[in-house]
């Protein structure tokens, strides 16, 4: 019999707010969370605003000084420990097999790297500076999340660009469903650095406005900053210790463009490939799929190719199911959007209502697909698809699925 | 359990390039013209990647995973044609990647401001970009990932390589281990290693290693080349155990996992990482002193993400003059441990 693999706690930090109840009430109501960039000076560029954390807190560690971490730490660290206690699995100890790990990143603690190198720039450096690479190399917040939370074993961290989040909770599904884990952390996670905002500043991918994707108008997109986790957990032994089942993690696709750095093929073949190989894993047609949650980045190239993908994989449902992205919401979140929005998504279908597509105005031919502009009340939906695309062709989709009322 | 086999395997070495000369170079226990410089010698990467022209400008990194993965395709005797596609997989192991971009974008940012930033160095610097242009340059259309860790990432990439396959996911999939070494990279981990008071690991490596993996069949190679079996786990990060226990614990998870009892291993691949005191006090007390050790680290340096798959081809080449069965093993400065066993796919 197949292993179901049921989700059991979610935590969220992003632009939105910080803990699960203020995303999910902000996401759904349509409330933006981009704001001017304050975490470094981006007056001299032509975009200037981002998806940033407000007063994000420093969390209470308890084997780190907390001032010595990346913000990207900190971010992994009010997602997980949200999520495990909302699941509370480790009630009493992780047992004999302690949980996996699986976390995606595109930049890890790319801040702390930023200061460092300006520091030996500015004035070299002498051994009293090493502790800002204590935090620097991207797998490193995983392993002190790890450490904080007497985790056992080894991470596995994915830097898929912006495909990490979803893969890794792809990864962790797969791992549960055939019966190599039972339990699992998985998520992802990016902080906002200049490094990055200059380099999609270099290639003129950010928006000076808006991010509106799948607008005839649309002009490019908008960083944003976060961190997503989700604690998986075969059903059976969900349901047998008494945990509430949020929903289900039902299919996982993934494929590869092989066509160019930075830019999607524009056939969309890869990202037709991973949505049809989710719907396929989960065992259902597309006329099945209640919403499709895009990856919707604003760019004139990615939003064009997965609107056609979405058209060719729905057929003529793709007039029917409504799609939005949420980052004009959250900003781009990169290694952690798979994640966000996965969180999100997984939040509408329990709700019953899907978050709108901020920002769109005008139809653009190109994007063939019913955009939700608007919030719509849907209830009753049983599946979603949440799809992220990412630098180096890389492509995921997630199949998510509501509880059923007897989980409840 | 399935065997996963080795069906090529491309090597880009310090001390050299491409399976025979890698080979050779293990048996004999040959060392670098200048010992502790640890780079691909000029000229050399050239002659190994194929299309050079087209990936001319991007990172070492991502070009020295390019070689590694044209030779271990022309190794395994088919065209590159042959593993276009979406039943081919792709795991690329890193650590840091294309630090040298990286530092070259952000110096432009520092002394020049927006305009200084390079949007080659900053597509290129993204950790994925290995996998990326690989995927490019193979028509590899499956599932391609990267695998972030320190020593020990590489022997992850394997066994994910190896969940695809037993799945039947791929039917083929490439592992690649990368790293590109640099004078930042030097000083970055000299003051890690400074402040985490651990022992020294060997100097700061670079090259790439790549295998080409598929689902033992015997009909289909002859039963001849390298049957791997991963295990990963970590070092003294639970509460109930010390870390030479979990060590060994990783090791003999490996031997099980291959069927091999302790008598059958004939060489052990050391670590060129952190904790090389401890993994040679566990080899001793569990593997004694009978198999051979091959210290790779002598001959490649440290390289990071690369070194588990640099040790895995190892291991796998060292099949061919050391008679019985390998093991490869990765100790990370992070606490991560992770081991391979490599033994013959010959039958009876």
């Known amino acids: 019999m197949t292993r179901r693999v049921a989700v059991t706690g979610m935590g969220i930090v992003s632009a939105l707010g910080i803990g699960l109840p203020e995303n999910r009430a902000r996401a759904l109501a349509g409330q933006s969370g981009i704001r001017p960039v304050t975490l470094f000076s981006a007056g001299r560029y032509r975009a200037r605003q981002a998806g940033e954390v407000e007063s994000l807190p420093l969390p209470p560690w308890r084997r780190f000084r907390a001032e010595r971490l990346d913000r990207g730490t900190h971010l992994l660290y009010h997602a997980s420990f949200e999520a495990l206690a909302q699941s509370g699995p480790a009630a009493g100890g992780w047992g004999a097999v302690p949980p996996m790990v699986v976390i995606g990143t595109s930049i890890g603690g790319m801040i702390s790297g930023e200061r460092y190198h300006e520091r030996i720039l500015r004035d070299g450096s002498g051994p009293g500076d090493a502790w800002m690479l204590f935090d620097y190399l991207p797998h ?269 | ?36 410089d640890f780079s691909i010698p000029e000229g050399e990467l050239d002659r190994h990647l194929s299309g050079a022209g087209r990936f001319r400008r991007a990172a070492s990194a991502t070009r020295y995973a390019l070689a590694a993965a044209a030779m271990a395709v022309a190794d395994a005797g088919i065209s590159p044609g042959e593993v276009a596609g979406d039943r081919t997989g792709l795991i690329v192991s890193v650590t840091h990647g294309a630090l040298g971009y990286t530092t070259q974008f952000h110096e432009g940012l520092l002394k020049e401001g927006p305009q200084g930033a390079s949007p080659l160095f900053f597509s290129e610097s993204v950790l994925n970009a290995p996998a990326g242009n690989v995927s490019i340059a193979l028509g590899i259309r499956g599932p391609v990932h990267t695998i972030l860790g320190e020593e020990a990432a590489g022997i992850q990439a394997i066994e994910l390589a190896a969940a695809l396959l037993r799945s039947f996911a791929v039917d083929r999939c490439f592992v690649v281990g990368t790293e590109e070494r640099g004078e930042i990279v030097g000083r970055v981990y000299g003051e890690l290693e400074r402040s985490s008071g651990l022992d020294a690991a060997f100097p700061p490596g670079e090259g790439s290693a790549c295998l080409l993996l598929v689902r033992d069949d015997p009909a289909a190679d002859g039963g001849k080349g390298a049957l791997l079996f991963p295990e990963v786990g970590s070092m003294g990060r639970s509460s109930g155990s010390g870390a030479e226990e979990d060590l060994a614990r990783v090791i003999g998870g490996a031997l099980a996992r291959a069927g091999l009892a302790v008598k059958d291993v004939a060489h052990v691949v050391l670590p060129t990482g952190h904790h090389r005191g401890l993994a040679r006090r566990v080899l001793d007390r569990y593997l004694g002193a009978a198999p051979r050790r091959i210290d790779l680290g002598a001959l490649v340096g440290n390289a990071r993400g690369a070194a588990g798959v640099l040790q895995t081809a190892a291991s796998a080449c060292a099949l061919s003059f050391a008679e019985g069965a390998g093991l490869a093993l990765c100790t990370g400065i992070e606490g991560t441990a992770a081991a391979v066993a490599v033994r013959p796919a010959m039958r009876g």
């Open chain 2, 1 to 36: 359990m399935t065997g996963i086999s080795v069906r090529g395997i491309g090597v880009l070495t310090p001390c050299a390039q491409g399976r025979e000369a890698f080979s050779r170079t293990l048996a004999e226990g040959l060392r670098v013209a200048a010992p502790g």
């Open chain 1, 140 to 408: 490193s917040q995983v392993l002190h999340l790890m450490a904080e939370l007497d985790i056992a074993g080894a991470p596995v961290v994915f830097a898929d660009a912006c495909a990490s989040g979803a893969n890794a909770i792809g990864h962790a599904f797969r791992s549960i469903r055939s019966g190599e884990r039972d339990l699992a952390l998985a998520g992802g996670y990016d902080p906002l650095s200049e490094f990055v905002f200059a380099g999609f500043n270099s290639l003129q991918a950010l928006s000076p406005g808006l991010c509106r994707p799948f607008d005839r108008d649309r002009d490019g997109l908008v960083l944003g900053e976060g961190a997503a986790v989700m604690v998986l957990e075969e059903r059976g032994r969900a349901l047998a210790r008494g945990a509430r089942i949020l929903g289900e993690i039902a299919g996982y696709g993934e494929s590869c463009d092989a066509f160019h750095m930075t830019r999607p093929d524009p056939e969309g073949r890869g990202a037709m490939d991973a949505m049809r190989m989710a719907l396929a894993d989960a065992g259902v047609n597309a006329a099945a799929v209640g919403y499709v949650n895009a990856h919707g980045t604003g760019t004139p190239f990615n939003d064009a190719m997965e609107a056609k993908a979405i058209r060719a994989v729905f057929g003529a449902h793709a007039d029917r199911v409504p799609v939005s992205s949420t980052k004009p919401m959250t900003g781009h979140v990169l290694g952690g959007a798979g994640a966000v929005e996965a969180v999100l998504t997984m939040s509408a279908l329990r709700e019953g209502r899907i978050p709108p597509n901020l920002n769109f105005e005008t139809p653009d031919p190109a994007c063939p697909v019913r955009i939700a502009a608007v919030g719509e009340d849907r209830p009753g939906m049983e599946f979603a698809l949440s799809n992220s695309f990412g630098f180096g062709g890389t492509n995921a989709t997630l199949i998510l699925r509501a509880a059923s009322g007897e989980d409840e």
